[in-house]
């Protein structure tokens, strides 16, 4: 069974310059999150989505971030523009149903603003 | 406002003794515990688990327990290996939408 794959894996950027992450869940999986980690502190989720519907968006900084899952599928995160805080890991994650605990992660995208 | 805790940021262990890592949290409405362990450029994988109604899990090398009084969560591993050397992440499931959230991991190096 493929895992959660995630690109780019790297990724450098200046400030207000914008960024898209893109990710491709285990198939079959109904639930998608997106998490950013910070160095030093552990995974936050931004999005959550059910298929292609948002569940959860609530500590996604709204101004700057935005996600859409196409399809039920594929997702992306984009940020724009970019600020020298959101350098970060942008981990992507999903289940097989909405909340569950059995959460597999893709790789990450190491994200670094200068 | 941390709602999950682990406030030993590393912890190194010799071969063939006990890890013991520690997490605590505030909210008594969690109803799920995991560990996710996470190797440097992965990202992490499901470890253990525990409901909030029981008190142990076991699963190999590996067992939670929970103190739900003390709202304090450990895991133990024994016998440790080099190959467990990683960051060790608690998360706690709560709320509508049942989402986790995580405490900031402690850095496991086992010593051969």
């Known amino acids: 069974e493929a895992g959660v794959a995630q690109s780019p894996r790297y990724k450098i950027i200046e400030k207000r310059q914008s960024v898209a992450f893109w990710c491709n869940p285990i198939s079959g999986h109904a639930t998608l999150y997106w998490y950013q980690q910070i160095l030093g502190q552990g995974p936050k989720l931004l999005i959550q989505?059910?298929?292609?519907?948002?569940?959860?968006d609530s500590q996604l900084p709204k101004d700057r971030f935005s996600a859409e899952r196409l399809k039920g599928v594929d997702s992306t995160l984009k940020i724009q523009p970019a600020k020298l805080e959101d350098s970060a890991v942008y981990l992507c994650?999903?289940?097989?149903?909405?909340?569950?605990?059995?959460?597999?992660f893709g790789p990450g995208t190491r994200l670094t603003v200068t | 406002d941390q709602q999950v805790k682990q406030n030993s940021p590393s912890l190194s262990v010799q071969e063939g003794r006990i890890s013991i890592l520690n997490c605590d949290y505030t909210n008594s409405m969690f109803d799920y515990f995991l560990w996710y362990k996470k190797y440097p450029a992965e990202g992490p994988t499901f470890l253990i688990s525990?409901?909030?109604?029981?008190d142990k899990n076991e699963d190999g090398r590996f067992t939670v327990f929970l103190n739900k009084s003390a709202k304090h969560l450990s895991l133990h591993i024994v016998p440790s290996q080099p190959g467990d050397s990683a960051v060790y992440f608690c998360a706690a499931r709560g709320g509508a939408t049942n989402k986790l959230i995580f405490g900031t991991g402690t850095l496991l190096a086992v010593q051969p």
């Open positions: 994650a999903s289940s097989a149903s909405t909340g569950g605990y059995e959460q597999y």
């Open positions: 525990i409901s909030s109604i029981k």
């Open positions: 989505f059910q298929n292609n519907g948002v569940v959860d």
